[in-house]
T-cell receptor, first 114, second 112 residues
Framework: DSGVTQTPKHLITATGQRVTLRCSPR?????VYWYQQSLDQGLQFLIQ???????AKGNILERFSAQQFPDLHSELNLSSLELGDSALYFCASSGGTGSTGELFFGEGSRLTVL | GENVEQHPSTLSVQEGDSAVIKCTYS??????FPWYKQELGKRPQLIID?????GEKKDQRIAVTLNKTAKHFSLHITETQPEDSAVYFCAASKGGSYIPTFGRGTSLIVHP
């Protein structure tokens, strides 16, 4: 158990819809990262938050947005969903005391867009 | 930005053989190189990492080597076992951000 909690584990929705994925980081970690993993693809970095503020952006579509709340949990919002958005979305955290750079991943949220 | 290339995409070995996965990176400022293992249906987990001030690091049956001049690094697994079967990702990051850019992954299959 990494200590990172993601919900929901599975989500099936239709094109054009909007979903919200939730992540609770490890206790003490200040950074939250979101990654997208499509079939046969690597881990595509979407966005990072540090202590409530956006720190870095990767290949995140304009239809996607995220935020980190004062209690450090984070939400990834995906809107106007397309078939190609079907993927496994991972949240990871780091940045706690003594951080070495290791990312601790959650179990992922599998999104299926029909 | 950083670009990480990883080869091979699939590697099939017999139990007991060695396996080598190679990665190259583009940004000479990168200084942290982790390797993650992702078992089927599971989350990626760090198995070993190396920093740019070190040329080689070992942990039991796994080792990582880094050539900063050539900008490539490799994962070596000796005496492979079926439980080593997984997808392995290399990554590179720099500075204090530790945001890794991942390679596309290598699917390692160890046949009993």
């Amino acid at each position: 158990d990494s200590g990172v909690t993601q919900t929901p584990k599975h989500l099936i929705t239709a094109t054009g819809q909007r979903v919200t994925l939730r992540c609770s980081p490890r206790s003490g970690d200040l950074s939250v990262y979101w990654y997208q993993q499509s079939l046969d693809q690597g881990l595509q970095f979407l966005i990072q938050y540090y202590n409530g503020e956006e720190r870095a952006k990767g290949n995140i579509l304009e239809r996607f947005s995220a935020q980190q709340f004062p209690d450090l949990h984070s939400e990834l919002n995906l809107s106007s969903l397309e078939l190609g958005d079907s993927a496994l979305y991972f949240c990871a955290s780091s940045g706690g005391t003594g951080s070495t750079g290791e990312l601790f991943f959650g179990e992922g949220s599998r999104l299926t867009v029909l | 930005g950083e670009n990480v290339e990883q080869h091979p995409s699939t590697l099939s070995v017999q139990e007991g053989d060695s396996a080598v996965i190679k990665c190259t990176y583009s940004d000479s400022a990168s200084n942290y190189f982790p390797w993650y293992k992702q078992e089927l249906g599971k989350r990626p987990q760090l198995i070993i990492d190396i920093r740019s001030n070190v040329g080689e690091k070992k942990d039991q049956r796994i080792a990582v080597t880094l050539n900063k001049t050539a900008k490539h690094f490799s994962l070596h697994i000796t005496e492979t076992q079926p439980e080593d079967s997984a997808v392995y990702f290399c990554a590179a990051s720099k500075g204090g951000s530790y945001i890794p850019t991942f390679g596309r992954g290598t699917s390692l299959i160890v046949h009993p």
